[in-house]
Each structure stands twice: as C-alpha cells, then as structure tokens.
C-alpha cells in the first residue's frame, strides 16, 4: 500500500525526522489561505500515488498566496498518469543547497533491509544508480539486530557528508529507520533530504510503502489508503480477500495461485485472445469468496467468456464448484463459461457442475483455446 | 531417496487442529507421510485423524516424544513466524512452511535466525515438497504426480500441479518436486535446489518453473550456466502481465531492471535452458 508524500512526512517527523511545516489543501480557496499563513514563497504539491509528478507538471513554486491559490486551482484539476489530484501539500519554499538521497527498502536478494545514501540526490536518482553507481552508498542492516550507529557513519563517510551535519544525519537515519521498522514498510525513502541555504538538513519529500501482509497489525495505517489507487472493482476484490487487478481484454479468468493465474492469462493471449483481468482467488478458497469473484469479473463489460482454472491443492475442487453455483443463482447472465477443475477433489467439483451448462476442458490448453473461441461467439 | 525428504522422514504438524491442518495431515498419512505428532498449544494429550495422531503443546515436547526431524506449518499467519523459530530452536532440520502472508520483516528475522541455527526452510506461502511414492509434506496433490528422474523446483504452486500433471500423463515422473513459495523472502532458492538435483543420482532431468518479480530466476540463470550438466527446461509465467505501477526509487536501485518476463527467458535461454511457452509443453521438451 502507498502511503501520500504528505502522510509519509508526518510519519517521519514522529520519528524526529525534520520536515516542512506545510498542510494539506483540497480546494484552491484552502491553498491560498495556508500559503498566507505561512508567508513568503511556498511550493505547491500535488498529492498523487505515481512518481514523475514534477516532471508532469504537478509541483509549482511560487511567491504570493494568490499565486499558490492559482496554481492550486491548475494543479487540483490535472490528471497525473491516469490519476486525479485531489489534494495538494502547501509547503514553505526552502533554499536548497545541495540534494541528498536517503532511503530504506529490502533487498529481497540479501534477505536484508539496505539502507541507501546518494549525495547526488534529487529526480534523477535512478539514473544516477545506472551510470554512476559508486555514488550510491548501500549499508545492509542485520534484521536481527537493526540499524547501528557504524551503519550510519559508513553512510555519512560514504556520501562524504561534512562533518557539521554529521549529528543531524544521525537523528534522521534513526528515525527513518524506525519508521520503517514500526510501520511494516518495504520502502521508507526521502529525496530529497536537502541541506538548506541556512545550513540544515531537512525532508522535503518523502515516500513509503507499507507491506500489504502486515496491515493487518497496522490499523492506523490502513486507514490512510487512497481509494484512487484501486478500481471499485479492486476495492471490492480486495475486501473480499481476492487479488484482482483489471485490465482491458474480453476474457475474464479466475484461477487459484498467482503463478498459474499470470499462466493462464499468458495462454489466452497466446492462443489470440486478451485476459480481462488477472484475478487470484489464493490458496484454500471457500464458495463464498468464489462467488464475490465471480461477480466482479461480471461485471466488467467488456468480458464475453469467462474460464476457471482451478487446480487444487490446499484449495479444493468442490468449494470452488458450490461458489460458481451459489453465484450463479443470484446472477443472470448469458456471458459463456468454460471450466478447467484439475487437483483436490476435482471429481466432486465437476460432478456438481455437471448441470450447470458450462463448456468443459480438460487441459490448460483447451480450456485456454475454447475461451477464445466462446470469446468469439464460435 | 528424495533431495529433502524420504520415505523415513519424521513429520509434525504444528497447527493440526485447525480445518486446513486436519485435512492435509489425514492426505499426508494417506500417501504414506510419516506424521508422527501434531502441536497445537492447549491441545496436548489429545489426539487427532482417527487417534492415530498424538497432538502435543510444543514442537519441542513433540520433537522430544516422536524423533521427528521435520516441522510442516500450517498455522494462521498471525502465529507463523513464531512457530517457524519454535521449530528451529526445537531442533528439527526441515521446516516446510505452508502459510501464506507473512509480513516481510518478519520474515527478514526468521531467516536470518534459522540461518544462524542452520535449520534448512522451505516457504513460507508454499505448497511443500513431494517425493513421488514416498513422501509428501504439504498439500501438492499426490495423485497427480509418479516417482521418475526429473527435478522439479517451482516458485508457483499451483503451476507446480500443472507441471506434474502434464508429466504424468505421459508416464514421466519426478525424483523430488519442491515448491519453493511465491515470498519475497524465503527459505530455500532456486539456486539451492538446483544445486541439491545436479548432486542427486536420482535426478537425471530438472524443471524450473519462475515467475516475474525478483531477479531470482536470472540467479539461477547464472548458476546453471557455470555449475549444471543436467539439462533444465524452464517455464517464466507472466508474460501477459501489464507493468506495476510503481513508486519510490529504492527498488530500481537495488534491483536494478531485472524482474520482467522476456527477461528472465532471455537469461536462461542464454544459460541453455529450453524455455516453454505453456506448462503442457513441458514433458515434449525434456524428451
């Protein structure tokens, strides 16, 4: 889950990291009035879950509070990479010095947090760590034993950080180290991290990530999910427990397992059709949760057949056939539907579908193929 | 004998009360697995599937009456990464950990401490492993699968069932089939059990089935091409799979361009895997 460079800033300076003193404006009205009341030039920000919004256009700095109203009512309207901006940060205009790069994510590879220093922070950074790599700094952290100090001073030593910030440097890894750990994040990040004109360090971005298997133990969190990230169908699946993620073909698929689930859409497309969706209903799937599943993907209009791919293991053959019934009796629809059960208690599941007027297949290739065709009204 | 585990292998089954731990265990001990204890906390002294099945308060407790020398974990996620350090510090030298969610960090820590313990891990969010006609330890359906010479290492379990499906029907079987789970980070790795099927007399032939996300497959990829004369047939799901959306810079530099389908293709063709286009073209392939 996304976390809002502004909810990722409060975050952080709970954690003692400093930040700006902005707020939060919904309307262009708001934005003039936060900018007056923080006087002088500010920056105005728009609030989206995609990277890029500079360049988009998304963030402007300007010297007057009509200004900021101005540029907020511009802003407040955009659309960044298919996404609405409903609310932009007003921050203090900072003079900025130099741009650091400081951030914490897994290295999956290492199985270890790796905490990241660039003293050629700022946008380009990941160009930066493509043709200049020595001047990135990599510390991993051990997770048994968190971040050390030595951590931190082979990173400040590393960037070549003067001396004079060394002390700041230190409270910021700590928090945003804490940050991350306390939040269940993948990604705590902040670029940049600038030194000011006036010779201080301070986060004028942030990002994080929180892990979506821990929001379960994150509950102040979880609330703070933006609803635009997701389709309507998203949300539903996602509170239903299904990964569904839609796209724009004609064949809608549920299957259980991700690995099988991106298969099968790989072989509809390789047999000439389009996947609608990728939906994994996950291991050990009771009907009820089939049946939510079944009624997202119809409701995608776009979707003229559907296939199940359904091989059990820890889930079985017999819920998922009870879910497609029990979904049925509550759904009209003439959309054709062609099933693969193979695996625990398939026998079972096919014998309760058997009259339920569904093309049958025996192989991920039939069934893939007869999709297509269904698809196609053959 | 299989890889990892055999016919002799001694099993608990922590979380074997539960709906799910029931219902496996009864498959397990229907295919011949030796599950010899289950654990589940307030629970000890009872017995479960018929009383054939001893349940005791803790894996050390079970580990201590029953010799098992293997845990499988089929708990809620809430409690699964304390039950993988209880096994660890219980002393078995296999956990097969089948629960699915486990936060990230959380498994960051259990890792490194069953490293420092030398306990070997499978999982978590897996399907386990199965050594065709003698053991299985997890929920990889049995019956799909006949003992043969072809290694198969999976990181998707149902596409694992596939797999084994289309390879039976043709009368080909596997020397030991180990799913090794979808997490970020995980127990055992492709580059592991690769390297344990070049080393098993009994595997002539391997399977790797990966998919996008990660640069594990690329690892593997490497690893082949220097240390492998068996040959391998892969399958990379998620061709069709339209790029994340994704946000913050952190990822890329430590991972750089890695994890997109083409590829991983891309770098094991190089490494002279034969790569299928679909899992039922597989069995053709190691002809």
Redesign the interface.
Known sequence: MKLHEFDSKKIFAQYGVPVPKGKIAKTPKEAGEIAKKLGGAVVVKAQVLVGGRGKAGGVKVVKTAKQAQDAAKQILGMDIKGLPVRKVLIDPAIGIASEIYLGITNDRAARQPVMIASAAGGVDIEEVAATNPEKIIRVHVNPLLGLQDYNIRDLAVGIELDRNHWAAFHTICKGLWEAYKNSDATLAEINPLVITKDNELLAIDGKMLIDDNAIFRQPKLAKLRDMDEETPAETQARKSGLTYIQLDGEIGCMVNGAGLAMATMDIIKLFGGEPANFLDIGGGANAEKVAAALRIILQDKNVKAVLFNIFGGITRGDEVAKGILAALKTIKTDVPMVVRLAGTNAAEGRALLADANMITAETLAEAAQKAVQAAKGK | MGILADKNTRVVVQGITGN?GLF?SQ?MLEYGTQVVGGVRPGKGGEWVLDGKVPVFDSVKVAVDATGADCSMIIVP??AAADAMLEAADAGVRLIVC?T???????M??V???LDSKGVLLIGPNC?GLLTPGQTKIG???GD?AIPGNIGVV??????T??VL??LKQVGMGSSTTVGIG?D??KGLNFIDILQMFEEDPLTDKVVM?G??G???EE?AAEYISKHMTKPVVG?I??????PG????????????SAGGAEDKIAALTKAGVRVA????QIPDMLK
């Not at chain 2, 699915?100 to 959380?106: A, F, R």
């Not at chain 2, 959306?245 to 750089?256: C, D, T, W, Y």
């Open positions: 799910e496996h498959r996620l809430a089948l699915e969610g486990i936060p990230l960090q959380d960051m820590r890792r490194a401490y399907p929920f990889i359906p799909n999976s990181r998707s379990g149902t596409l069932y596939e499906y289309a979808g970020p980070v089935i998919e996008i990660g640069s594990d690892k399958f799901a998620g061709r069709a799979a339209p959306k994704r946000m913050g810079h952190a990822g890329a530099i430590v991972e750089g286009d679909y899992p039922e």
